[in-house]
């Protein structure tokens, strides 16, 4: 079974413009998680998505958005750009169905903002 | 979802084992103990969790304490691709919310 995939793996942006990453989850998994990875703040959850409602969302700033779409494939926007956003984004799936709530990561994207 | 406390970093030998430790004394008796890695830059790789009973994969075995105060991962002959950040988490399951809160973990080097 393929793994969760992000695309694209790297993206160079500038200060004030915005981003749109993708997920695709394992086939079958149903709930999506973003995390945002940086040197100072480690691995902070951001938000989930399950059945294409955001079910729980972490202390980010409204800037950070994402959706989920029917076939559970799922994408994040990050709007004005700040430095501070650059960071490494990871895709969780879960299953989420009979208890089955282990999450696995995609390989991420490596976002710079300039 | 309760707090742990691990190692900063650890050094072990090709070959040997690793024992890493990790401690969560304010754990509940419904959450569950989570490992996971991270190899330089890329996303973390699920290991093993469990409740209470000690669990063994392929990967690894997880050893918790009978008052499940702490645990140890276990990697029975580590190699150098083991080399990695281990963290290890506690999360309650089935409430619909499956945040993971990681700490800083334990850097693993493991030594030709």
């Known amino acids: 079974k393929a793994g969760v995939t992000q695309t694209p793996r790297y993206l160079i942006k500038t200060r004030g413009q915005q981003v749109t990453l993708s997920c695709s989850p394992i086939?079958?998994?149903?709930?999506v998680s973003w995390y945002q990875q940086t040197p100072g703040q480690g691995l902070q959850f951001l938000f989930e998505?399950?059945?294409?409602?955001?079910?729980n969302k972490g202390n980010f700033p409204g800037r950070f958005s994402g959706r989920q779409f029917s076939n559970s494939r799922s994408e994040m926007n990050v709007s004005t750009l700040e430095l501070g956003d650059s960071a490494l984004y990871l895709c969780?799936?879960?299953?989420?169905?009979?208890?089955?709530?282990?999450?696995?990561f995609g390989p991420g994207t490596r976002l710079t903002v300039l | 979802d309760a707090k742990t406390t691990q190692p900063t970093s650890m050094d072990c030998a090709e070959g040997r084992a690793a024992n890493l430790p990790c401690n969560h004394s304010?754990?509940?008796?419904?959450?569950?103990v989570y490992w996971y890695r991270q190899i330089h830059s890329q996303g973390p790789q699920y290991i093993i969790h469990?409740?209470?009973n000690n669990e063994t994969n392929e990967m690894a075995s997880l050893i918790i304490t009978e008052d499940r105060k702490s645990s140890t991962l276990i990697l029975p002959h580590a190699t150098l691709r083991d080399t990695a950040v281990y963290y290890c988490?506690?999360?309650?399951?089935?409430?619909?919310?499956?945040?993971?809160?990681f700490g800083s973990g334990t850097r693993l080097q493991v030594q030709p």
């Open positions: 969780a799936s879960s299953p989420a169905r009979g208890g089955q709530d282990t999450q696995y």
């Open positions: 086939s079958g998994h149903r709930s």
């Open positions: 998505y399950f059945s294409e409602t955001q079910r």
């Open positions: 304010t754990i509940s008796g419904n959450e569950y």
């Open positions: 469990g409740l209470k």
């Open positions: 988490i506690v999360r309650v399951e089935g409430t619909g919310r499956r945040a993971l809160t």
